[in-house]
């Protein structure tokens, strides 16, 4: 059973970081290009970030390029986000995704948990 857990998540104030996880079983995780989405509230879900399945290729929306790291660790089938500089547009509730599926289900505007699982929460505030 493919099981995608996120972590990681909590309160940042502006400027600051915070490092999400992925935690992938189920699947041959280093077979697949990964990414991270998020839904801020009342906004429709995107793309944050993507990784190809060796890490040697990443992705940003231009929103966070400059400021969020993708990475990956295939021996541990584990995604990572870390972000810096931090923004209360950022928050946001964070999924990680097979990146053709995730992107799929953005273009179709399919969102939220029914389509996502339970994600992880960011919110920026000071």
């Known amino acids: 059973q493919v099981q995608l857990v996120e972590s990681g998540g909590g309160l940042a104030q502006p400027g600051g970081s915070l490092r999400l996880s992925c935690a992938a079983s189920?699947?041959?995780?280093?077979?697949?290009?990964m990414g991270w989405y998020r839904q801020a509230p009342g906004k429709e879900c995107e793309a944050v970030a993507g990784?190809?399945?060796?890490?040697?290729?990443?992705n940003y929306a231009d929103s966070v390029k400059g400021r969020f790291t993708i990475s990956r660790d295939n021996t541990k089938s584990t995604m990572y986000l870390q972000m810096t500089s931090l923004k209360p547009e950022d928050t946001a509730v964070y999924y990680c995704?097979?990146?053709?599926?995730?992107?799929?289900?953005?273009?179709?505007?399919?969102?939220?948990?029914?389509?996502w699982g339970e994600g992880t929460l960011v919110t920026v505030s000071s």
């Open positions: 990784i190809n399945n060796d890490g040697g290729s990443t």
């Open positions: 189920g699947f041959t995780f280093s077979n697949y290009g």
């Open positions: 995704q097979d990146r053709n599926y995730g992107n799929m289900l953005v273009e179709r505007g399919f969102c939220g948990a029914k389509y």
